[in-house]
C-alpha cells in the first residue's frame, strides 16, 4: 500500500471493529491515550444525510512527548493530539497515522525534531502491530 508524505498506513486482515479495537490497544502499549474518536460515518448521516464508508478519526496523545513539545513550543498545540485513523476502502480495512516530523516540520523549531522522531516511532509501531 503506498503511504503519503504526510501519513502512515497499512491494510489489516480483519474486519473494521476488530481493527478499531486492536489500533486503541496497540497505541496504548506506545504510551499514547485516544482522547477523542470522531465517527465519520454516523456524522455525515446525521448531519449532512449522506451515506460514507466506516471511518472513525481516533485523537491520540502521549502525554510525556506533549508536555515536551509544548514546552519546546507553545503553540504546537494546533498539531494535537496526533490523528490516527481506521477507515474501509475498496474493500480492505486501512489503519493509518499522521507523520509527526511531517506536520511539525513547518513550525521551524529543531527542538521539537526529537520528539516528533519518537512521537512517530511510536505510531508506527502501533500501526505495524495492528
Known amino acids: 500500500m503506498k503511504n503519503m508524505e504526510y501519513g502512515y498506513k497499512r491494510s489489516v486482515s480483519f474486519p473494521f471493529a476488530d481493527a478499531v479495537l486492536k489500533t486503541k490497544a496497540e497505541l496504548s502499549k506506545e504510551g499514547f491515550g485516544v482522547l477523542t474518536e470522531i465517527d465519520v460515518k454516523a456524522a455525515f448521516k446525521e448531519k449532512l444525510g449522506v451515506e460514507h464508508d466506516e471511518y472513525l478519526i481516533l485523537g491520540a496523545c502521549n502525554p510525556k512527548l506533549a ?22 476502502e475498496e474493500g480492505e480495512t486501512v489503519v493509518a497515522t499522521i507523520l509527526p516530523a511531517a506536520a511539525m516540520s513547518v513550525i521551524g523549531n529543531p527542538a521539537l525534531d526529537e520528539v516528533a522522531r519518537e512521537a512517530e516511532e511510536k505510531l508506527k509501531r502501533a500501526v505495524d502491530a495492528v
Open 67 to 88: 508536555q515536551r513539545a509544548l514546552q519546546a513550543e507553545k503553540g504546537i498545540g494546533l498539531f494535537l493530539p496526533c490523528n490516527v485513523i481506521v477507515y474501509r
